[in-house]
Antibody, heavy 117, light 108 residues
């Protein structure tokens, strides 16, 4: 059974860097698949952040691309997100997911990140 | 960016009734790239439908998806109490994904 678990600081100061990790169990990040980050501001809808393939190819939301890096750590079976220069608009519940085909089949429970001083 | 517009924003129905949720794309998309998710309070979204009309594993057959081009729909044939939730459509196109803004299905 595929399980994903997000982790990282729950509070980030404005202009700093948001860093999250998604630990994967029940599947290998080296297997053919795409691994995705999605976020949901409190009380709002879902926003696709970006994804990374098992071979390290990345695709990013154009609105975030200039601030975003998604990476893969095959030795730890996890993938990560870094978002620089954060503002209050980046406050959200951040989910990681494993793609099925062109959909997100398995989801983590999400981790809330608040941007505030 | 392909914009998905869902309607209605809120749908009020009773258990046992039929629900039809709409998702319209700003340009034509492949049916292969259209999915539907259900989100209940405090939970991560759950994949219901992929490829516009294919039920994900474990999804009851009262859920069905249809459509092509720019117009897609999710139908729930007979509403169960656990079906009252928020539903999102999602598409892949132009090398990125977008979600609709969601339809809240509430108990009348």
């Amino acid at each position: 059974q595929v399980q994903l678990q997000e982790s990282g600081p729950g509070l980030v100061e404005p202009s700093e860097t948001l860093s999250l990790t998604c630990a994967v169990s029940g599947a290998s990040v080296s297997s053919i698949s795409w691994w995705t980050w999605i976020r949901q501001p409190p009380g709002k809808g879902l926003e696709w952040i970006g994804e990374i393939s098992n071979s390290g190819i990345t695709k990013y939301n154009p609105s975030l691309e200039s601030r975003l890096t998604i990476s893969l750590d095959k030795s730890k079976n996890q993938f990560s997100l870094k978002l620089i220069s954060v503002t209050a608009a980046d406050t959200a519940l951040y989910y990681c997911a494993k793609n099925g085909g062109f959909d997100m089949l398995y989801w983590g429970r999400g981790t809330l990140v608040t941007v505030s001083s | 960016e392909i914009v998905l517009t869902q309607s209605p924003g809120t749908l009020s129905l009773s258990p046992g009734e039929r629900a039809t949720l709409s998702c319209r794309a700003s340009q034509s998309i492949s049916s292969n790239y259209l999915s539907w998710y259900q989100q209940t309070p405090g939970q991560a979204p759950r994949l219901l439908i992929y490829g516009a009309s294919n039920r994900a594993t474990g999804i009851p057959d009262r859920f069905s998806g249809s459509g092509s081009g720019t117009d897609f729909a999710l139908t729930i044939s007979r509403l169960e109490p656990e079906d009252f939730a928020v539903y999102y459509c999602q598409q892949f196109g132009l090398s990125s994904y977008t979600f609709g803004q969601g339809t809240k299905l509430e108990i009348k």
